[in-house]
C-alpha cells in the first residue's frame, strides 16, 4: 500500500497529540502544537517567563511521551536538580488529562535573568529526571531515571530513550510567548509550545530495535543489541534537523503540515489525534486520605489559624479541614 502525503479526517488543531507513521522509513512518532491549554496552565501558576518556559518544554515532553501509553494510566516527568528551578513535575493521564508545577527559588531565577540568561535550561542545574509510568494501585510502576547535566529536557530524553529503552528517537521542543490582541483591543501574551518525537521502530527482524512495547518498555531478559545507523533512521534525522523552533509554534503552521513538509516525498500517515486538557485529578478526599495518613505530631503541625489549610501544587485549589477531623480521640 502506498501512501502519498498526508490523509486525515479532522486536522489535528491545537493541544492535540497527533500521532503519525512513516512506513517508508520504519518511523513513527507523534506531534503537537500546544495553545490553549498550555497557556491555562502557566497563567494559572503566573511563574517567572524562564520557569514558564521550563515548564510548557516538561508539558510537551510529558504528552510526546505519556501519549504513547496503550492503556489506561498514567505518565509522570518529574525533575529534582540543583539550580534555582529545584523541580519540575508534570504528570499527563491517557484520557488527555494535564497538569504540571515548578518548585524554585525566586531570588535566584531573578538574579540568573539580571545576569542575562538566554537558556532557561540553564536554571536547572544538576540532577535527575525521572519519568514513571503509573497504571494504578494494582500494578507495579516502572521507573526510568536520566542524568540532567546542565542539558536541556530534549537531551535528557534522548538519553532516556538511548540507555533505558534502547529506541533512536528524536526529541524536538519549542516554546514561544506569543503577543496579540484580544476582543477588547488590549495586548496580551499568550504561550504556545510545540513538539515532535520521531522514533525509529522496524518491523523487520533483522533490524535490531524492539517493536513498540506497551509504555516503550523493554521487558525483562530480552537483550538488545547497538543499531547500526540505518540509511532511514539517518534520514529521518536530518529530515527532523531541519525544524526551526518557530516552526513548531507557529500557528500557521499545524501538526500536518510541518509533518507534510518533512515527510512528503516519503509518504506520512497520521492517525487519530487524541486532545490534550487542562485538569487536575487533585480531589477534597485525596487530600483527607493524605491528611488521614498524617501522625498527630504532624496534623498539630499543620494546624494554622484553628483550620488545616491545603493548596494544590498544580492547580491552586484550596481544601480546608477541621483538625479535629483528623485528631485520634485520646
Ligand atoms: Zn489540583
Redesign the pocket.
Known sequence: MTETGVQTVAPAGDDASLPFEVAALDVRGRAIQMGPTLDAILSGHGYPDPVSKLLAEALVLTVLLGASLKFDGKFILQTDTDGPVDMLVADYHTDGAL?GYARFDADRVASAEKEGLKDPSGLLGKGVLAMTIDQGPEMSRYQGIVPLDGGTLEEAGHVYFRQSEQIPTRIRLAVAELHDRDEDGTMRKTWRAGGLIVQFLPQASSRMTPADLPGGDVPEGIEIGPVDEDDAWVEAQSLAATIEDHELTDPAVPSERLLYRLFHERGVRVFAATPVINR?S?SRDKVAGLLGSFSAEEIAESIDNGEILVT?E??G?KYRFDPGQFTPDS
Open positions: 497538569r487536575c487533585c494544590c498544580f492547580c485549589t
